[in-house]
């Protein structure tokens, strides 16, 4: 089963941009769809954005589309979540999650691996 490790989170202000990674590790990387969800303090984890196995396709919460995009480097092993024109509602726990049987992970139910999570606070 692939394990994974984000990265990237911090502290930033209100506009500004970070880019969070989430590395795989296991040969089958490219065989997972993949996804990143935000847990707000307080508040249950969301779906944010989601990508499948070959990249080809992608898809966001209404709340991120044309801030955030989604990426992956299976040559790599790797996920990425670019965060452009950041705001203090985004502040959250970011996690990665990993998915063999779905064509896009789009709810946090009975997925097959999740990341630590990584803190990214925005700041007014």
């Known amino acids: 089963q692939v394990q994974l490790v984000e990265s990237g989170g911090g502290l930033v202000q209100a506009g500004g941009s970070l880019r969070l990674s989430c590395a795989a590790s296991g040969r089958t990387f490219s065989s997972y769809a993949m996804g990143w969800f935000g847990q707000a303090p307080g508040k249950e984890r969301e779906f944010v954005t989601a990508?499948?196995?070959?990249?080809?396709?992608?898809y966001y919460a209404d709340s991120v589309k044309g801030r955030f995009t989604i990426s992956r480097d299976n040559a790599k092993n790797a996920v990425y979540l670019q965060m452009n024109s950041l705001k203090p509602e985004d502040t959250a726990v970011y996690y990665c999650?990993?998915?063999?049987?779905?064509?896009?992970?789009?709810?946090?139910?009975?997925?097959?691996?999740w990341g630590q999570g990584t803190l990214v606070t925005v700041s007014s």
């Open positions: 999650a990993a998915d063999r049987t779905r064509t896009l992970i789009l709810d946090r139910n009975f997925l097959d691996a």
């Open positions: 990508i499948s196995r070959n990249g080809g396709n992608t």
